[in-house]
């Protein structure tokens, strides 16, 4: 089973993708299940509707007084943006915590991986420097590995996978494996010029549109 669970729509700041069209371009990749986690909102999910073909997992990236979490399983909107508020908001959900691009932040990541249930070892939008820290990270602490493409472009979905041996579309299952399972981790770096010029611009066009 492939998965990349950590991508942008048009309902975050730095991106213009449909959701339709993410979800398209997922499937035409390869990809069995998906995760659409805007920042700091989960409007996307009230837009799109039902897809048989392939599995979308509920979440969204949150802005915290430490960085960023991603909760995933979610059934509604985290509120919270103090960091234990948002992991404690997330597990009220039976939701999944993962700590996306760890070195991405102000703060020590080893003062919050405890916290949480998967750390992202490879961000497409990420250096390589900062993926293999990730890495060594999640294996210091025994945490489960998980990837993300951070695609905030159609061109960029599918970059990082993670790829799981078992499979399931129910999705109390797929949360089991996710947890659970052994995994492969793999991914490209995103071009420089994609993952900070593009959103960089996108975002100054979005706060004049506003």
Do not use: W
Not at 8 to 26: G, N, Q, T
Not at 45 to 57: A, R, W
Not at 131 to 147: M, S, W
Not at 187 to 210: A, W
């Amino acid at each position: 089973m492939k998965l990349d669970l950590h991508i942008h729509s048009k309902y975050s700041y730095d991106s213009f993708s449909e959701p339709l069209k993410i979800v398209k371009v997922a499937k035409r990749r390869g990809l069995d299940v998906i995760s659409i986690t805007d920042h700091d909102n989960m409007k996307v999910y009230e837009k799109l509707p039902h897809i048989s073909d392939i599995t979308i997992v509920r979440g969204m990236e949150i802005k915290t007084d430490m960085g960023d979490i991603t909760g995933l399983f979610l059934n509604e909107e985290v509120n919270s943006r103090g960091f234990f508020d948002v992991v404690n908001e997330i597990k009220e959900q039976d939701g999944i915590v993962v700590l996306p691009h760890p070195f991405r932040r102000k703060c020590e990541p080893t003062e919050l991986v405890e916290y949480v249930d998967l750390v992202e070892v490879i961000n497409a939008r990420s250096r390589s420097l900062g993926n293999v820290d990730a890495r060594e990270l999640c294996e210091r602490f025994g945490k489960r590995p998980i990837t993300g493409s951070d695609a905030h472009t159609y061109f960029e979905i599918g970059r990082a996978v993670t790829e799981t041996e078992g499979y399931s579309d129910d999705l109390e299952e797929l949360k089991k494996i996710l947890l659970n399972s052994e995994r492969r981790c793999y991914g490209k770096e995103t071009p420089f010029y994609i993952s900070h010029g593009y959103s960089y611009i996108v975002s100054r066009i979005k706060r004049r549109l506003l």
